[in-house]
């Protein structure tokens, strides 16, 4: 699960059979795999050597070893070793194929590296694959994997537009800045008491809402509440003494907390689009483009 930053991707490419394309495109839809290409039928030339000329309990060709040319998975990071990655590439002139040989490409998550070795021993072999590093040129999908309470604000940032693969995933703090401002517009002791209401309606009836729905109203709900306490109101009116301010009445100081709140929601803003721009390798517009 990634927060802050879109779930990391290796390029995938694969030489997989015809008689277990189908298990294997499975495969590769269980592990989360994105943006898979429809498979091509591989040409094979007269000099390939990926072949090892045995063959596999359906009589199909076998590829020469499991995973050949993959370069290795380094532990903690999971970073792409340098040497095996160019060593891939080479290795892919190699690769080849018959009329049944099919190729593909996508992009599979870090995490689930790991299960492609236990998917192609469940192929009998019968495939070949290795990974590459996302490039900036590349322009790798945007896969975005939040906690479920998330849901909404995810949506939100959807609705606006996905950050591209190597911005910052703007989910989580959409989920805290949009609830903050929500209750310093609605907040009121009884505007609160509506929302968790819905709220309590909305957990009966789960299935039927966008997931985190129901998080999502309890903290809208939360902050109406704490910032009716501070400006003293209850549906409107006031029962008691506010305990920050009364905004009906101190107009010129509503006025300044607007325009703080608004400052520092553009600040904020600024300074993820730095962060984007030092992260996009553009360090000129990362120190100056946002000023």
Known sequence: MAVLRPVRLFRLTVFVHESVLARFLDGLGDMGCVHVDEPTPAERTASDSSWTGERGPDGADRLDGPGEGTPPVEEGDQEL???SAAGSRGAVSRLGGTGSTYVTEGWIPVDR???LGELEESLDGLCAWFLDKPELEGYPPTLLDNPGFLGVPELLVRTYGLPSYFEVDPTAIVGVTF???FGMVYGDLG??????????????????????STEFLLFLAFTSAVFGALYGEVF??????PLW????????????????AGLLHVVLGLILAGVNSFLNRRIYRAAYGSL
């Open 113 to 115: 590296v790991d299960e």
């Open 191 to 212: 505007h609160a008491a509506m929302l968790l209401l819905l709220a309590l309606i909305g957990s009966r009836f789960r299935e039927r809402f966008p997931e985190g």
């Open 81 to 83: 070793d340098e040497g």
């Open 245 to 260: 301010f009364d905004r009906i009445e101190d107009v010129p100081f509503r006025f300044q907390v607007s325009l703080v």
């Open 179 to 181: 609830p903050l401002l």
């Open 236 to 241: 409107g009116l006031h029962y008691f003494e």
